[in-house]
DNA sequence: CGACCAATTGAGACAAGTCAAAGCATGTGG
DNA sequence: CCACATGCTTTGACTTGTCTCAATTGGTCG
């Protein structure tokens, strides 16, 4: 319970009273085991899970065996929110350790967003945030090397479980197999073995017993293109009240940190390509 | 105009009352020229924006120049729902080519969804389809090969035009460069090039002036590993009424196409990993 | 007709994949 | 408590899909 005041005290001040609210659902509890599947592909699940201990992966599998983990859900990730829309799931969610979770009914659910303003904010920034950990995900699958791809997702899975159990410790469990890894990162376990070796060796990382220590975050981070502005979002509230959304939006209209890089299109306007 | 009503009658049923609630809106048109920024990353954007016509790109580059392209936006797409958080963007919008917009301002927008349960319904399942078009495009890059990503980009951009625009022709517009592709596909354009080829050569694709013709879809479908299933979402409605959210709980349970693969791990359980 | 930009093609290099054999843990049963 | 079985990880040798570099062709627009 405390892992959600944590996760969505991220995003919207809780006081005592807003909290009351959600700690008034009705909700199930229920555990799995390494490899249970909380949510099967075609099922058509009636619940918000809220994953409160251990890990899982959001995944999809080809009909010739080829698996992609779409992503990783940790200890204060509040999964599917989609599910409101009463689809079949197009992709399966699996424990990858000891799971625990507490489910909440979709209507019940709904009926808490309407009533509360600050906890439908909440819960809408961690949507929002979701999407943008599936966003990055894409890059890092898409346009980085295996050196990259591992570092950087190591560094993300850090950030996202110090936000959840607040451990500032830079040893952290790591449950996952290499071909876990590998299925998360699009490669193969041999490499993602091999160059797990290789960082092992440049003294970037140190590994024991499911476990990993980062040993130097800033040059991993360096070496990974991690963007320390990444996942660090400041707290803002909105549609908690019938004012919601209007403070904040003339602030720091953005010169933007201007990282632009250099492509050929910020140079001369592109040739017209209305056919 | 035309094209959200189609666009968004996919989700959910539409009367001319309900319409008129969203043509009400306070919207502001705006047109960009090809290679235009939407959202420059860094900004904070203070509306929501319909596209009406044209294409355009959500993409991230990293310091070096990569840059990759997270997903398309067609007519009738909507974005970025997420600024109702009041975030600053991660990535950025740019046009492909002339595009038409209309924006409406963030409170005014959520002033709306608060007002009309049908419209708030219809805007989350848009949200809901754009987040499934990013898990798919994880796997897309992830797991698939040159051919296959190509094959199946052509397929998901196919049937999403049709969805907005109701073209059952099967020929399209694709305003993309190679490097555009490329990017979208975590590929090099020469290699984008040199499969492109090949599709032709094998007598699956078309090409001529910025447009695609499709010339054997099952057998694109079939190679691609392109499923049929994908993006067909049907109506149901959630949110409209106290009601919402029950009626389809039941239906339908899931067998699922249990198309599972045969993972080891579906074998035994998998070795503990709690440590 | 040039001037550009995008697309194609070729040759060679390299990152990541494949196959297969050891090596290490962790857990179990005698 | 040791010994073996099981499943994961590592290492090696080799293959391959994709990338890089570079030159050429083709289309569009001024």
Redesign the pocket.
Known sequence: MQVFRNRLSQYVTLDDVIWSEFEKLQTQNKAYEAGDDLIRVGQRPKHVFLLTEGWAIRHRTLEDGRRQIVNFMLPGDVFDLQVLAGLEADHGVTAVNRTATMRIEADEFITMLKKSGPLASAFWWSAVQEESILREQIVRVGR??????IGHLLLELQRRLQAAIGSDNDVMPLP???????DAL????????????AL?RAGLIE????RVKILDADKLARQSHFDMDYLHMRRLDLLNGSDGMNGHAAAHNGNGSSHQGLT??T??P???R??
């Open positions: 980085r090397s295996a050196r990259e791809r996952l197999t290499r071909t876990d890894l590998a699009g490669l193969t376990p041999v490499h993602v073995s091999r160059t797990m070796s092992r590994e024991s017993r499911g050929a299109s140079l001369r592109p040739r017209s209305d056919y």
